[in-house]
């Protein structure tokens, strides 16, 4: 953030010209106040030649808002490099932990998280959307889908210490379209694990697929095209909840 000149002891705000004033006290981000608002819109509708640029602009944003330049970000359930890319050009530090299928089936025992570093912000991608929703996989990482979930809770839950406290998880998702049947993954996750972490946030990402359907990589004629025109991304705060929060451990 390019800064127009030095605030003293007794100046709160930093002129930033057309983007706005940015406020000294804020330790969450680089973003003037201006710039605050448009961000923490619940609702954002995103244009994107493809799915792949969708998901790319939803990680960017949500990068630019829960972190500053040099800090460290964590990818949970990595599929590519893409957020690698995206860190590197926003000038965050980046470590990743591969998607696994042993994690979706809840076999953890081998993760160790004691060479992992201190991290400002976690955020994941659990599944590969892109692929669920436009080559219609002959498998996905389940058998059993309520222990699934309840294993990726488990999951998230042993990478939070590698979160400074009060800083963010975001949990980018949807519901799961497979065998002509569409699982309701974003709201049975968020609700699990809203049982042990603050649940700070919810924020919906619409795809504005008008340029998207002139691509062959999203069929026009794709029979979930309700679905993959948005997506949800939860935040949870790292501070843990009063055990008589904990009221939800299993599916009614």
């Not at 602009?57 to 949500?62: F, G, M, R, T, V």
């Not at 992992?116 to 996989?137: D, G, H, Q, W």
């Not at 042993?158 to 009060?166: E, G, Q, T, Y």
């Not at 497979?178 to 968020?190: E, G, I």
Request: proline share 5%.
């Amino acid at each position: 953030m390019t800064q127009n000149k030095t605030p003293n002891k007794q100046q709160k705000y930093i002129d930033l010209g057309d983007r706005g004033r940015y406020c000294i006290h804020n330790k969450l981000n680089e973003l003037t106040g201006k710039e605050w608002i448009i961000y923490t819109k619940s609702f954002k509708v995103l244009h994107a030649n493809n799915l792949n640029e969708f998901f790319e602009q939803i990680a960017e944003k949500q990068i630019t808002f829960f972190t500053k330049r040099n800090q460290t970000v964590i990818e949970l359930l990595s599929h590519s490099n893409t957020m690698k890319k995206i860190c590197k050009n926003l000038e965050r530090n980046y470590y990743s932990i591969p998607a696994k299928d042993e994690y979706f089936l809840g076999k953890l025992q081998n993760i160790d998280i004691s060479e992992i570093p201190k991290a400002e912000y976690l955020i994941s991608i659990p599944f590969n959307f892109v692929s669920l929703y436009t080559k219609k996989p002959k498998k996905v990482f389940f058998t059993d889908y309520n222990k699934m979930v309840h294993n990726l809770v488990s999951f998230y839950r042993l990478f939070m210490p590698c979160l400074h406290p009060k800083k963010y998880l975001s949990v980018i998702a949807n519901n799961i379209p497979f065998d002509n049947k569409v699982y309701p993954f974003a709201f049975d996750f968020s609700r699990l694990f809203g049982n042990y972490f603050i649940q700070s946030d919810e924020m919906v990402f619409m795809f504005d697929d008008t340029q998207a359907n002139k691509n062959s990589s999203v069929p026009s004629d794709f029979s979930y095209s309700s679905i993959k025109q948005h997506i949800f991304s939860f935040q949870f705060k790292n501070q843990d909840l009063p055990p008589s929060f904990r009221t939800l451990d299993s599916f009614s």
